[in-house]
């Protein structure tokens, strides 16, 4: 992906690839769309993807493959112990993330709950730049508790921080010198954060945190699933990292780091997971969880066919042409969203464009699910499907009570390879035609409320009639129009 100067001097960004394979899409009436919101409880993972015109609702196992991973798939050694595929993975992550050991997992979430069944105990605490749903979830399932030591800025939505996924390495070592190293399960980078933006983390960052944990003996683990993003934001953002080769910064990162887990339907353009371990010790401890959840040491879960994928798709994400096209896209995006004065996450983080549903719906209390009513609004608006990261992703405490996210955010996501620019200049004008219309939405109750995870099978209702609302403004400004 480059951005390209036009005749008239404007740049855009060009895709360095062709599509050769295609999936027909329905753009359903406006109509139709709020009927099949309400079927899905208001909940857009509820939704049918035959009823989505563009799924925006996550990069996870919906990129485009390349047609040197379909190739490979047609190799795959179908075996359940000792298959070539396997060793051919395992080999490409070794080089790739410098490890020795690797467990294959069925996905990320896998090697989470592998990581903090063997390493979090009861009363244990996990200090991390910011948590991830699932992350967090097996933290919490093995009586630990996950403390987010972001530095302040990160959290704030506009800035002009290159890197505001860095953790704050004065709170680590406050936080040690508080609790002791040995209540520290292990501390967790997330290189990209997914719930703040896609906002990346710095390689000098990461070599502080490490270097503080190796001081004190403690674990230090990163969780590489958002990795490509991060390396193209370290290729523009860091300036010692400029004149590096991706695959050199992909190994300064990981080096200091003890385990290194990922999620494959993220990174490597394929479906799976794993853990690269560099402590024989560590190795044995965490292998045994391997059979009892997962499969056989040589496929984890994943099908040969997927790791062939994987393999090559790690390749991939060594080259910057590949690497690039989701950030520039993204950059696009934001950009746009932001001169319209729709209000964004900035700077463009990786993963996708996230619209801030604090601003944006100013008039709805955290309460009322901001960011889930407008995820609601943007798919009857336009047929997209983006992703609530707000109060409604969160868990309640203990004591019924219900945390209020830090950010109220709809991500709009960006499957890699996937989408042409004319498809992300529709989603931004629907948005932009919903900013101008924003006070007709309201707000959203929970009428089904799952106690874990509850955003991924939870059911809400409007408070008023705002979507038929929304749906009769649409039809008096676009007519006939889908
Ligand atoms: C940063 C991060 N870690 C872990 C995961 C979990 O991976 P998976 O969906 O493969 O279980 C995700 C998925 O979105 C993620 O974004």
Redesign the pocket.
Known sequence: MSNVKFYGGEQYPVEMHKVRIIQKLTLLPIEDRLKAMEAAGHNTFLLQNADVFLDML????VNAMSQEQQAAMFRADDAYAGSATFTRLHEKVSEIFGTPYFLPT???????NILSSVLVRPGTYVPMNYH????KAHVVANGGEVLELIKPEGLEVTSDLPFKGDLDVDALRQLIAEKGADAIAYVRI?????LIGGQPVSLSNMEEVCEVCRTHGIPSVM?A??IADNLYFAKVREPRCADLEIGAIMRAMCDPFDII??????VGFG???GICVRDTAMYQKLRELVPLYEGFLTYGGMSVREMEAITVGLDETLDFDMINQGPIFIDYMVRELERRGVPVVTPPGG?GAHVDARRFLDHLPQTEYPAAALASAVFVASGVRGMERGTMSEQRNADGSEPMAHMELVRLAMPRRVFTLSQVNYAIDRLDWLYQNRRIIGGLKFVEEPEILRFFFGRLAPLTDWPNQLVAKFRADFGDSL
Do not use: I, P, V
């Open positions: 996550t990069d996870s196992g069925h996905q990320g979430r896998a090697a989470e991830f749903t699932t992350s997330e290189a990209g954060t997914n969780d699933s958002l887990y990922f999620s494959a339907r993220k479906r799976g997971g993963l």
